[in-house]
Antibody, heavy 124, light 109 residues
């Protein structure tokens, strides 16, 4: 049973850099897309970006200038850095495992395993 | 297009059938996946691919797709199905960005 365990600082000041890490236990790191998603209080889910085992990244255009996602395959971990945070970045941040493929006539993408979430608050 | 549109709220009487829909251009190329989220909890995948349920998801949950619209159907809704539901896919414009619908709050009456 694959599990994702995430951790990182929960309270930041404006202009600081958010840093979170997600460890993958019980499964392969290869062949999947490892994503970060956030959810502001009372709002919906927002995809931040993803990385695969070889380090190829794909970011939400609205956050791309501030986001870096990296991977450490030796530890089966991936990390999120979000720079220059403001109060608008206050949210619960989730890591998740993504799976992509083709099952005619359509492609598919889904996130089958999620971390428990980390609450990040940005406040002066 | 990178948008998926969901109705903000839907209600269903206990034991009845409810359909939650998701619309977007990407759904002409991608099956929607569906997630259930209860307050204070992480989202849980309930439907993926053409109409697949992960282990442990009751068979009252089913999915379908037609054109630019995907649907999640709960047949015989239970009180424990009250939750927020999100659809998800990749953007079909070539950039492979991941997109979520805005979510539907399901109330079981």
């Amino acid at each position: 049973q694959v599990q994702l365990q995430q951790w990182g600082a929960g309270l930041l000041k404006p202009s600081e850099t958010l840093s979170l890490t997600c460890a993958v236990y019980g499964g392969s790191f290869s062949g999947y897309y490892w994503s970060w998603i956030r959810q502001p209080p009372g709002k919906g889910l927002e995809w931040i970006g993803e990385i695969n085992h070889s380090g190829s990244t794909n970011y939400n255009p609205s956050l791309k200038s501030r986001v870096t996602i990296s991977v450490d395959t030796s530890k089966n971990q991936f990390s999120l850095k979000l720079s220059s945070v403001t109060a608008a970045d206050t949210a619960v941040y989730y890591c998740a495992r993504g799976i992509s493929g083709y099952s005619g006539p359509l492609y598919y993408y889904y996130m089958d395993v999620w971390g428990k979430g980390t609450t990040v608050t940005v406040s002066s | 297009s990178s948008e998926l549109t969901q109705d903000p709220a839907v209600s269903v009487a206990l034991g009845q059938t409810v359909r939650i829909t998701c619309q977007g251009d990407s759904l002409r190329s991608y099956y929607a996946s569906w997630y259930q989220q209860k307050p204070g909890q992480a989202p849980v995948l309930v439907i993926y691919g053409k109409n697949n349920r992960p282990s442990g998801i009751p068979d009252r949950f089913s999915g379908s797709s037609s054109g630019n619209t995907a649907s999640l159907t709960i047949t015989g809704a239970q009180a424990e199905d009250e939750a927020d539901y999100y659809c998800n896919s990749r953007d079909s414009s070539g950039n492979l960005h991941v997109v979520f619908g805005g979510g539907t709050k399901l109330t079981v009456l």
